[in-house]
């Protein structure tokens, strides 16, 4: 069989530390590494510096055509076992639900969730006992998110399928890890939408995406179903399983408010 691996968000930030880690050997020997993102100049970048085999798909996956290009091609060779897949594709915007408007909102829901389910699928056709899935979840999946409410949801979405994808695969060896990280500095706050939303759901501050990468791929080896690199966050992962998500949501408020005055 000829090992892949497939990143979609290829392109910055935590997509391309992906790329850069499993080329270093980090999830195990590959023969080749799909690279998907729309932007082909950085595609290329990548492609330079890996010494790993790249292929690179410049797609955007909010479009139907993509899955087809992907499928077509997985179809192609049927040596293929995709031995990792990493969802790591999406985008959020903050503010309010009506200030994003229909248009901001339902391109989160495509490509956060869609895009992600539709990957899958076709992924998981091509895969064998030891293939694992990585699906960038967030901190802002633990409890609803006002100020951020779409975003969050979407991110709930990704942390649930997870769990129940794995406990379906699980018997057949292929595991799914859900990637609960805090915010991290790459070109997602580059154009958040309102800036006030940001500054009061940031104060639980930033997390380096090699960090955060290097966590995800060691927790997916394992077969674990969620990773929370963080150990603030890991606190905040079991309070809002045991407490009331009202209670959570007033308390994230409150710190938020907090830390935005103190910073005023």
């Known amino acids: 069989m000829r090992n892949i691996a497939i990143v979609t968000g290829a392109s910055s930030g935590v997509g391309r530390e992906f790329i850069r880690q499993l080329n270093a050997g980090a999830g195990g020997p590959l023969d080749e590494i799909w690279a998907i993102a729309r932007r082909q100049d950085r595609l290329d970048a990548i492609k330079a510096e890996s010494k790993t085999p790249v292929r690179d798909f410049a797609l955007d996956l909010t479009d139907q055509a993509s899955y087809d290009v992907i499928e077509k091609e997985l179809a192609e060779d049927e040596t293929i076992n995709v031995q990792w897949l990493i969802n790591s594709a999406g985008f959020g915007k903050y503010g309010d639900f009506t200030q994003i408007g229909e248009r901001g909102n339902a391109g989160m829901v495509r490509l956060n969730c869609l895009a992600l389910v539709q990957m899958t699928y076709h992924?998981?056709?091509?895969?064998?006992?030891?293939?694992?899935?990585?699906?960038?979840?967030?901190?802002?999946?633990?409890?609803?998110?006002?100020?951020?409410?779409?975003y969050g949801a979407t991110k709930r979405f990704v942390l649930d399928l997870s769990m129940a994808l794995d406990e379906e695969l699980g018997p057949v060896g292929i595991h799914v890890t859900a990637v609960c990280p805090k915010y991290m500095r790459t070109e997602f706050l580059d154009?958040?939408?309102?800036?006030?939303?940001?500054d009061k759901t940031t104060f639980i501050g930033f997390e380096e995406p090699r960090d955060v990468v290097r966590e995800a791929l060691a927790a997916a080896v394992r077969g674990r179903q969620v990773c929370v690199p963080s150990w603030d966050m890991k606190v905040v992962y079991v309070l809002a399983k045991i407490l009331p998500a009202r209670f959570m949501v007033a308390g994230e408020r409150f710190m938020g408010d907090w830390t935005t005055e103190r910073l005023t």
């Open 123 to 150: 992924a998981l056709l091509r895969m064998h006992e030891g293939s694992r899935i990585v699906n960038l979840a967030s901190v802002a999946a633990l409890v609803p998110q006002p100020g951020i409410s779409v």
């Open 191 to 198: 154009r958040p939408g309102d800036q006030h939303a940001v």
